[in-house]
């Protein structure tokens, strides 16, 4: 499995570097960059959800996985949330609130999507799309609040109009009655679907190459932030489903590569919106996205490993 995760890594990171060299040669710009992840967080997720949710079928057992999924992905974030104070102390300037949100929030639809569809196939997108519901709810409270350091009540109003969150939605109701699309749409969605690993990864590049990485391998604190997104943070995480053997494997698998995938492209995005430090928002990004290849397939190892011991 680890070999699985480390071959699609590597798939991912020659993506990443498709997305550098389309910037670096001004084939696409920043702008360009930005609208490419629109269309995938819009249109492409959101169809390659709802074709999840079509293409498996009813039972019980996945019905109580995704439920299943659900908590562990809300206690993991609760943990996180809490720890991330004590490992990242408050300095009292706002870094640390862009370094809080980096640590406490994945990248986990772009990176997470494609590793658990290498994995599981459309079962393990099911499962994603558990997680990314309470990642949406959190990060676009908690998170939204951290940085901007006030309380928005509208930022829950955002959580329920997300395409993603609306897919979700969509895909639960198709799944619960087993609705059934005609097969010109469902392989029209196929298609499109197929476009979210290769389009998520190279706007991912494009973010990447965007950053000043040479200020971000002179600079400690990245080094020590990478740490707890990648790794600190995740062990808690599989600390977590290591005690949880009463549900099923793949749900904890697939939770712990979620909770060990880069930092969220959306705290780079949230400090441009808000006049924040987005430079040192996205040397954290690239510098994780990067480490990131190879911590998460290390985790997966250990995680199996004591899977067998215990």
């Known amino acids: 499995m680890a070999q699985i995760i480390a071959n699609q890594a590597f798939i991912m990171l020659l993506l990443n570097l498709v997305g550098v060299l389309v910037y670096r040669l001004n084939i696409v710009t920043r702008d360009g960059g930005r609208q490419l992840s629109s269309l995938v967080l819009e249109i492409v997720t959101p169809v390659l959800v709802v074709h999840a949710y079509m293409d498996v079928e009813f039972s019980k057992q996945m019905a109580a996985n995704l439920m299943w999924t659900f908590g562990l992905a809300a206690v993991s974030y609760i943990l996180t949330i809490i720890d991330s104070k004590i490992f990242i102390r408050d300095k009292g300037n706002r870094l640390v609130a862009i370094e809080r949100f980096s640590a406490i929030y994945s990248n986990c639809g772009f990176m997470g999507i494609p590793l658990a569809n290498a994995l599981y196939g459309s079962t393990g997108v099911l499962y994603v799309t558990a997680f990314l519901t309470v990642f ?129 492209a959306m705290c780079t995005l949230q400090c441009q919106k808000m006049g924040l430090n987005d430079v040192y928002a996205s040397q954290i990004f690239a510098m994780t996205t990067v480490a990131s290849m190879a911590t998460l397939p290390a985790l997966v190892k250990i995680f199996t490993m004591l899977l067998d011991i215990l």
Request: glycine share 4%; hydrophobic share 55%.
């Open 136 to 264: 949406f709810f959190f990060s676009w409270t908690h998170g939204i609040m951290m940085l901007s350091g006030k309380r928005d009540i509208k930022a829950v109003l955002k959580v329920l109009r997300s395409p993603t969150v609306i897919a979700i939605a969509i895909g639960l109701i198709m799944y619960f009655t087993q609705f059934k699309l005609p097969s010109v749409i469902s392989e029209t969605m196929n298609y499109v679907a197929s476009l979210n690993t290769p389009l998520a990864m190279i706007a991912s590049g494009i973010s990447v190459a965007q950053a000043n990485i040479i200020g971000a391998l002179r600079s400690p604190r990245v080094y020590w932030i990478s740490a707890c997104r990648l790794i600190i943070l995740p062990m808690l995480t599989m600390v977590l489903c290591l005690l949880c053997p009463f549900i099923s494997e793949d749900v904890r698998i697939v939770t712990l590569l979620l909770s060990a995938a880069p930092s969220a």
